[in-house]
């Protein structure tokens, strides 16, 4: 997985699965979850604060330090802090780029708020480069790979949501995506269901899938058999 020269270079690089942490409520089942998978963690800015109560010390942490609190601050060592200070970009954003690990696990990004949830789903976009898959504890969220192959329960909620044009196909779904042009504002790919194993091509990096929590460990191992750059970018 190459470096990427948007912006910063990669602060953290590991040959393990990284927990990258947010400002956001992250429940205490999703974190035993994810650290089974997940090796270190790094922190998004106030995500800093989240980590040390659960007894975790971020490798680092990144973001434009608007909402880390003084006390998170006095409790990290020196040198683990990286500011930086654009503000064209979301603290998740800022991670994502500075990051490379196998797959990055992300807690803490879906919300409360719905601006910062649309926005972080837009960086996966922007950045197929990276292996991220976001979790709210109900839903994971990911960037679908040129082709995707998920053993899934039949019957499992299956959606796809198109953050651009992008022509998709599919097998193992009850309501097949074959020859369907996607756009956020014509057909998308919502409230599927899962009838066999899965086969998903999309043509660009512009579709988002989404399934239950419980699909965690298959994500996980379909992101972590794809080549280090999915796309080639």
């Known amino acids: ?14 040959g393990d699965p ?13 974190w035993d979850a994810v650290t ?8 998004a ?8 109560a659960r007894g975790l010390m971020p490798r680092a942490v990144i973001g434009d330090m608007d909402s880390l609190r003084a ?3 006095a409790a990290l060592p020196p040198g683990i802090i990286h500011p930086i200070a654009e503000q064209e970009t979301t603290d ?32 996966l976009v922007r950045h197929p480069y990276r292996r991220c ?6 839903d994971l969220v990911f960037l679908a790979p040129p082709v995707l192959r998920l053993d899934l329960v039949p019957g499992t909620r ?29 057909r998308i790919g919502t409230s599927n269901r899962v009838t066999g194993p899965v086969w998903l091509r999309a043509s660009a990096p512009k579709l988002l899938v989404i399934v239950p929590f419980k699909a965690l460990d298959a994500v996980i191992a379909a992101l972590r058999a794809l080549p280090a750059d999915p796309w080639g970018s």
């Not at 089974?36 to 922190?43: R, T, W």
């Open 133 to 138: 898959l976001l979790l709210d504890g109900k």
């Open 36 to 43: 089974a998978h997940g090796g270190e963690v790094v922190a």
């Open 1 to 14: 997985m190459g470096d990427n020269s948007r912006g910063t270079g990669v602060i953290v690089r590991s």
């Open 45 to 52: 800015d106030r995500g800093a604060g989240a980590a040390l």
């Open 158 to 186: 299956f959606s796809v949501f198109p953050m651009g044009p992008v022509e998709a196909e599919s097998e193992g779904l009850q309501w097949p995506l074959d020859g369907l042009s996607l756009a956020p504002d014509g």
């Open 71 to 73: 006390s998170d601050r």
């Open 92 to 123: 998740f954003e800022k991670c994502l780029r500075s990051v490379c690990a196998p797959v990055i696990l992300g807690l803490g990004f879906g919300g409360p708020r719905m601006d910062h949830a649309l926005a972080n789903f837009s960086a």
């Open 18 to 30: 990284i927990v990258l942490v947010g400002g956001g409520g992250i429940a205490p089942a999703l």
